[in-house]
């Protein structure tokens, strides 16, 4: 088993990472209050359910919420139905709240979490390959609004992360590599070693082989522990994080049944590293092998139509927006990345448009 911690000025906390952990649950998680809230949904229940409910204090009051299966379950109504099933059990601020899922039921649940009675102690279990190297650690949470992305949420931390490499073998390819894409993620903008391991470990990702599984999920977590610790509220360097976001959220929010978020980020990032190619900020090389190990990880390296007005509407409502204008993540090089504000804007519609698809 490995423990990294993310290391936190305010409260730090720790990332178990192993196989089987929810049996150990027991051990890891020895604080746990005597009313506890399970948020997940029924895909992740049919496989997980029983062994977490196993492994909590047999004194516990534990209440299940199912929420819907998708990124349209990120909403305002999922929230207020969490909150009213919390009230009606009469929950109080000493409760804790278990997310149990993907990055869709740890955002939601965490932001219950941060906002029930102004804030409860919350347990990240995550169950996707893309909830365990990112969304579970580092205290990001939201719900989508219809105007966007994330529009609504609080930086709020869990207590302890608890990632469970098996849970990975359920998932389906699809929802595997849309994790990949985060992971490759760590490697441009950080850690250009890192995504030459990616590239010479790449069948053995995608064969889901332990070893190489556990080695990827752990340095993505050291990463993302390193720069969350540098910069929780992202401030500055967090941002990094944001490779490929600006132009995959507008993806994402345009087409939100038809793509995914770690494809949508794969894409984006194809842009954003055209935009560097064609001002000859990043070598042809470097855009070449992102390029091709997004491909092997089958992902998508090319972006949806959508008219320069919809890109526009959509990335004016990024986070990272300041006075009006649009900073977005640009990679120099493998391993490293610059937030810049953008000013050339016949460029990103170039850049664009050289990615976008002709048919879907
Ligand atoms: N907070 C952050 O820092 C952060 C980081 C990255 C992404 N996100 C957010 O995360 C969301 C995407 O997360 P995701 O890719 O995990 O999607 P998801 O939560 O929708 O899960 C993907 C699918 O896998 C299913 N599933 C989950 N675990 C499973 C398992 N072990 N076996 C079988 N099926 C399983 C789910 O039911 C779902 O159908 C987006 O909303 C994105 O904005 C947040
Ligand atoms: O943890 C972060 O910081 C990230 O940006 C991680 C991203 O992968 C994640 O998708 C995040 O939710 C995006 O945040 P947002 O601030 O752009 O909504
Ligand atoms: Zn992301």
Known sequence: MHRIDVGLAERS?????????????????????????????????????????????ES?????????????????????EIMDALIAASFNRDCAILALGGGVVGDLAGFVAATFQRGV???????????????????????????????????YQPRAVVISTDCLTTLTTRDYACG?????????????????????????????????????????????????AADEREQGQRALLNLGHTFGHAIEAEYYTSWHHGEAVAAGTVVAAQYMLQHDELTSADYQRILALLQTFGLPVRAPQLTEAKWQQRMQRDKKVQAGRLRFILPTRIGHA???????????????????????
């Open 13 to 57: 906390y720790p990332i178990h990472i192993g196989r089987q952990l929810f049996t150990s649950l027991p051990t890891l998680l020895t604080d746990l209050p005597g009313q506890l809230c399970i948020i997940t949904n029924a895909t992740i229940a049919a496989h997980y359910l029983k062994p977490l409910q196993a492994a909590l204090p």
């Open 60 to 80: 516990a009051t534990v209440i299940v919420h199912e929420i819907a299966d998708g990124e349209h379950a990120k909403s305002i109504s999922s929230y207020g």
């Open 121 to 155: 102690d919350f347990y990240q279990l995550p169950t996707t390959l893309l909830a365990q190297v990112d969304s579970s650690v580092g205290g990001k949470n939201a719900i989508n609004h219809p105007g966007g992305k994330n529009l609504i949420g609080a930086f």
């Open 180 to 228: 990949l894409a985060e992971v490759v993620k760590y490697g441009i903008i950080y850690d250009a070693q890192f995504f030459a391991w990616l590239e010479q470990n790449a069948a053995a990702l995608n064969a889901r082989e332990p070893e190489a599984l556990a080695y990827a999920i752990c340095r993505s977590c050291e990463i993302k522990a390193e720069i969350v």
């Open 338 to 360: 610059e937030l810049r504000t953008v000013t050339d804007w016949p460029g990103v519609w170039q850049a664009i448009r050289a990615v976008t698809e002709t048919t879907r």
